[in-house]
């Protein structure tokens, strides 16, 4: 079995057991959101400042690897065009659910972040990216092709792993792991993943993360730190994810 069928068996049954990520918004959510009182997170805890992406009415949203019914529905209450790509059918069946409970429309599409999007180029005027990157192996491809589906001034929004969590044992007391963190090659990593119920993870540097953007074309405009939410890195306030804002600037 690939990795990403794993990583999509994996959150479908987290959903079933209650994901956190995996719950959608309330009609009464939406509803609050159709009254401009709303929030969305790229990272565990901090919301994304609303001026990272400003006026929705009638723009064209890419949620990439966003499904779950938590963001589209509210873009979707601020007036924009939503589609959204995930690889998890649970994640998408919210999305549906969603959408027929308050009745907007959403493009849903089943797919693989590690192929090329099924877009056409300049499709999007911005892609919303909440951490899940850290469930692919490499991530430059990704972020060329987020370039190539965004039209010139388009913005890419990405919420990213600082690597950290990925060197700790599950207490997050102690360095067990030598970096980079693949399962597909060091089988002592996979054994830790599968008996922490993990999926299939992988970490990346923040040249893959920061320069792979930059490499793609992209301008980084600005960016904010966060932590797990819980756990000792949290409490010792220790960053360990990053969210970005991007144009393509042409």
Known sequence: MKYQDINAETIDRWIAEGWEWGRPISHEEYEAALEGK???VLTPTRKVPHEWL???RGKKILGLASGGGQQMPIFAALGAECTVLDYSRSQL???????EREGYSIRIIRGD??????F?????????HPVSNCYIREVKPVWKECWRVLRPGGVLLSGVDHYINYIVDSEEREIVNALPFDPLVNEEQRRQLERDDCGMQFSHTLEEQINGQLEAGFTLLSLY????GEGRLHDLNIPTFLAM???KDV
């Open 38 to 40: 709303w929030d969305v």
């Open 54 to 56: 400003g006026d929705l």
């Open 113 to 118: 972040m590690t192929r090329p999007l099924p």
């Open 93 to 99: 069946e919210s999305e549906r659910m969603v959408a």
């Open 120 to 128: 056409a180029d300049g499709e999007f005027d911005l892609i919303f």
């Open 245 to 247: 804002r991007s144009i």
């Open 225 to 228: 730190e966060d932590t797990n």
